[in-house]
């Protein structure tokens, strides 16, 4: 982490999950600036935050439209929204919004921190991929595109190598059916080729394709890379 | 619809005219051809066969005209035939006068033959015609009956009750039921929503006194509409309101008594479906009790249990955590998490099973592989199955069916949850896929101690579980129900069975694979 702390907006209602959330963060040296409902949250986006985390259930506005607000005013700040279980189609339009990522509440301290991360890398990383991505017996090349597993080179389609390039350049970032369609095929294809795609890619890349480790499947919503340790 | 509808009319209105006709002019007309007809022909049979012979053409024609049109033509051809045979057969012919007394007394002869026969071939024809009438009544009124008992709602049945009475018999029809203490219109043909003071008084009268009331009638005959009670055996149901355009009475007696059959038919249907709907609020109340009551213990206990863990491990943490080893302290938040996370399960499954009841379950299905939402559900399931060892044996080529991924997790995720919590630890649960003939099944195996084969299906219901004396289970009892709800909803079976090779439950959900599933290009 650099060294002026970086600062994380949090929008919730709930004084509890706040209180949590402030200590949880501080205790990983975030700053934070704390907004009970949508008003304060447009307010507090004056102070530049550098990640916002957003519970999509608010008194006085609804989550998807506050979001939308903020990605009118700030493009670039990552967003993490906090959704409740079961809404699976909020998650993707928040996603589609503009959010980086969501948590299902209740969520797991640990599980918030690894979407942040993976939210603030993509963010610093947007200028500059690292040239070999490493996720534990998974090597990927993307300057040379040569794909290892342990070491043993494997040979992918160039569909299946464009899908591994673009979960790997948003590893541990959750990527939706759309956004991957659109990416791969420039169009709104029908999601049974990508899931076509992603079986065939598990096979060549995990160690158990039916209980994948490496790209794993957020049900209703889209596929996840696992962040890298 | 419509057309059918025009089509009844027609139909329903050609059987008017024959019951009921105005004065037409053409069956006096051809009864004078047919007098005119027979005349010549007795003419040219005349010089062969004689005089009497041509009585009898005469008469053929006159009974002819009976039977077709009825008694007022054929006493006009028997004047007219008697004329006719006075002016052109008897002496001195072409007059009217008659030389021959003995000719009087045929002539006089002739005519009553000729009224007589005219007569009875009337009443013949009369009664014909009504039996005709009847048959196409009753076939009417089946009709109507059994249009009525194929409809569901109490609307469909009010409007079909209106519809066919106003067709039946060219009229306008409204039907008022009670409501909040007075009686309102809830259908009419033409469709009416409203009607005037006089009306109104007229059918409330009629609907607290049990008799008719309005147009025609003792009471209130100043009102527009006729209106006549509805009931059965078992007490008033409403009132229905006729009217037509028609000045005078609105009913022959046939029409009325068609109009009473159709109003018993119609009070039947509406008894019919309040029936149904009392049954339904009954068993829904039966079953709401139930289901609070079982509600209340279940929560009492699943609810309670891992609170009661949560708060004694955060108590005993904050009040003695100088009294506590560092393990022991670890041991107690891992009991907080833990419990917490069967709390969350268990208001998850409300929630569900919640949904479920309300109909609020709306799968969101597309073509998916059976194989990747296995593996997300052992992902979400990880904890719950660590104490267990999963085989998984998942057919290679499986093809795509039509799920809600999300909803077919959780049925998956119940069902690794129930094999891991009635299977001992250290056990294998194995998962299996393959294709089932047009189906692709998924079957759950544990090595637990199965199921008592009396309760296959009822584990399956809301909050049952298996009884067992020495132990309670940490289940919600509505894991199974949900699943259940879940997969019959995406159009799937789930079943219960016992291991054939071992003791151990067994579930298998079948899902249909699509008729034409579609075939992927992944060359590309």
């Not at chain 1, 294809?189 to 992603?198: F, P």
């Not at chain 2, 196409?136 to 059994?146: D, G, H, K, Q, V």
Request: aromatic share 6%; no cysteine; charged share 25%.
């Amino acid at each position: 982490m650099s060294a002026a702390p970086l600062k994380v907006l949090v929008i919730d209602d709930e004084p509890p999950i706040r209180k949590l959330l402030r200590m949880g963060l501080s205790t990983q040296g975030y700053d934070i600036l704390e907004a009970p409902n949508g008003k304060a949250a447009l307010d507090l986006l004056a102070r530049n935050p550098d990640l916002i985390l957003l519970d999509l259930g608010l008194p006085d506005i609804r989550g998807h439209e506050l979001l939308r607000t903020i990605r009118s005013r700030n493009d670039s700040v990552p967003i993490v929204v906090l959704s409740s279980r079961d809404d699976e189609p909020g998650k993707v339009e928040a996603l589609d919004l503009g959010a980086d990522d969501y948590v299902t509440k209740p969520f797991g301290m640990e599980e918030l921190l690894a979407r942040m991360r993976a939210a603030l890398r993509h963010q610093l990383q947007i200028h500059g991929e690292r040239p070999i991505f490493r996720l534990g017996d998974l090597s990927v090349d993307l300057v040379r595109r040569i794909v290892k597993v342990r070491d043993k080179e494997i040979k992918l389609s160039p569909k299946e190598y464009d899908l591994l390039r673009l979960l790997v350049q948003h590893a541990g970032k959750v990527l939706t059916h759309r956004f991957l369609l659109g990416e791969l095929w420039n169009d709104l294809t029908d999601a049974q080729y990508l899931r076509v795609y992603v079986r065939q890619l598990r096979q060549k890349i995990e160690t158990d394709p039916e209980r994948p480790h490496y790209v794993l499947t957020e049900t209703g919503v889209g596929y996840r890379l696992r962040a890298p340790d | 619809m419509l057309e059918a509808a025009r089509r009844e009319e027609r139909r329903v209105g050609r059987l008017r005219v024959n019951a009921q006709s105005p004065f037409e002019p053409w069956p006096y007309v051809t009864s004078l051809l047919a007098v005119g007809g027979a005349l010549v022909v007795g003419h040219l049979i005349h010089p062969w066969l004689g005089i009497e012979n041509v009585d009898l053409v005469l008469l053929t024609a006159i009974v002819a005209v009976a039977v077709r049109f009825g008694l007022w033509p054929s006493l006009l051809a028997s004047v007219a035939a008697s004329l006719g045979y006075n002016f052109f057969f008897m002496e001195p012919t072409h007059t009217f006068t008659i030389a021959d007394p003995t000719n009087v007394a045929a002539l006089v002869f002739f005519i009553v033959m000729a009224v007589l026969v005219s007569n009875v071939a009337a009443q013949v024809r009369t009664q014909a015609v009504a039996a005709m009438g009847r048959a196409r009544t009753n076939e009417l009124l089946y009709a109507f009956s059994r249009k009525l008992a194929g409809v569901g709602t109490l609307d469909d049945v009010l409007w079909a009750s209106a519809y066919q009475t106003a067709l039946m018999l060219k009229v306008r029809v409204v039907l008022l039921l009670p409501e909040n203490g007075t009686i309102a219109v809830r259908a009419g043909y033409p469709p009416e929503d409203l009607l005037n003071d006089a009306d109104l008084a007229a059918a409330k009268w009629a609907w607290q006194n049990d008799r008719t009331a309005g147009r025609g009638s003792d009471t209130l005959p100043g009102a527009k509409r006729l209106f006549l009670p509805m009931r059965t055996g078992r007490g008033a149901l409403g009132v229905v309101g006729i009217d037509s355009d028609k000045p005078g009475p609105l009913f022959t007696p046939d029409e009325r008594r068609l109009l009473d059959a159709l109003i018993d038919q119609s009070a039947l249907a509406i008894e019919r479906v309040h029936l149904v709907e009392d049954m339904d609020k009954v068993k829904r109340t039966v079953e709401t009790d139930r289901l609070r009551s079982a509600l209340l213990t279940s929560i009492s206990h699943d609810l309670k249990t891992p609170l009661a863990a949560v708060l004694g491990s955060a108590g005993t943490l904050r009040d003695l955590a100088g009294n506590l080893t560092d393990a022991q302290k670890a041991e107690l938040l891992g009991t907080i998490i833990d419990e917490s996370e069967r709390l969350n399960r268990f208001i998850a499954n409300l929630l569900d099973m919640t949904k479920l009841e309300s109909g609020a379950v709306t799968p969101n299905a597309s073509p998916m592989d059976v194989r990747e939402i296995v593996g997300s559900a052992l992902r979400r399931a990880g904890k719950i199955l660590g104490r267990h060892h999963v085989e998984l044996a998942l057919a290679g080529e499986l093809p795509m069916v039509e799920l809600d991924a999300v909803l077919f997790e959780q049925v998956v995720f119940n069902l690794l949850d129930n094999a891991a919590k009635y299977s001992p630890s250290g056990s294998t649960i194995r998962v299996q896929a393959w294709r089932d003939d047009e189906f692709v099944a998924l079957q759950i195996e544990d090595e637990g101690e199965g199921i008592p084969p009396d309760q296959l299906e009822r584990i399956f219901d809301k909050f049952h579980r298996v009884e067992k004396a020495d132990q309670v289970r940490a289940g919600t009892g509505l894991g199974l129900a949900i699943s259940r709800g879940f997969v019959e909803a995406m159009n799937g079976t789930v079943m219960a069975t016992n291991r054939a090779d071992r003791s151990g439950a067994q579930f298998t959900i079948r899902v249909p694979i699509p008729a034409q599933p579609k075939r992927l290009d992944t060359a590309a």
